[in-house]
């Protein structure tokens, strides 16, 4: 059984982990230096760790960016690709995997499109990985997901963890896979998944309800 590895993206770690929202941003301003030497080693440290993990025998990574949400608000696009692109794909070119998956976080407040539109306009694009998952019941929809990255990206999306998957009925599941594959299926390069992590109460039904809808409307004309 395939499986690949998390790993967050050093700036999301510099936030939430070795440091916090309030000395990254505060050192982004005024010891913009100090901050990019401390990126340098957790690049070094998840380049080193995703390696291992390959060698024990991970396919891949999941690589995370975002954090929640709220570096789409609080960061230029600018200041995106300086202290985190620049490093993500430093990481992402060091790793030697054959799977390689970008999760776009977000949240319910903000999410990459609607601060800085960076979804529709295709700046995933600059990011070196196989594939793409984001939660897009939340924003961006597949169909139009498809049709900017679907020339250069694996597209893995089209089940709502929040809703309909937790609270929903079986047949409501039934027709939102129907729906995603309807949206994103054609031509290939479309994997059926959740936006996040499926939460733990989410039915067993519900689970279910998936892998039968997929044997039912995922085959390609």
């Not at 200041?79 to 799977?99: F, G, S, T, W």
């Not at 994997?191 to 992590?197: D, E, N, T």
Request: with cysteine.
């Amino acid at each position: 059984m395939p499986f690949i590895y998390t790993i967050p993206s050093p700036i999301v770690q510099a936030l939430h982990g070795v440091s916090n929202p309030e000395r990254v941003y505060s050192d982004m301003e005024k010891q913009p230096d100090t901050l990019k030497e401390g990126l340098e080693i957790i690049t070094q440290t998840c380049i080193d760790f995703g390696n291992a993990c390959t060698v024990e025998g991970a396919a891949g990574i999941f690589f995370g960016i975002g954090g929640g949400g709220d570096i789409w608000s609080r960061m230029s696009r600018e200041e995106l690709e300086e202290y985190a692109l620049a490093y993500d794909n430093k990481v992402l070119d060091a790793i030697d995997a054959p799977i390689k998956l970008l999760h776009i976080c977000s949240n319910q407040r903000e999410n990459p499109q609607k601060d800085g539109n960076l979804m529709e306009d295709g700046w995933f694009k600059k990011y070196h990985v196989d594939a793409i998952n984001w939660w897009d019941s939340s924003f961006t929809s597949i169909k139009k997901a498809k049709s900017i990255y679907g020339d250069r990206f694996c597209i893995i999306a089209g089940l709502d963890q929040r809703s309909t998957m937790v609270r929903g009925t079986p047949n409501q599941v039934e027709e939102q896979v129907k729906l995603a594959i309807e949206n994103a299926g054609n031509d290939g390069g479309f994997i059926l998944g959740p936006g996040f992590a499926l939460n733990q109460k989410t039915p067993l039904a519900n689970y279910n309800a998936v892998g039968k809808a997929v044997e039912k409307f995922g085959r390609y004309k």
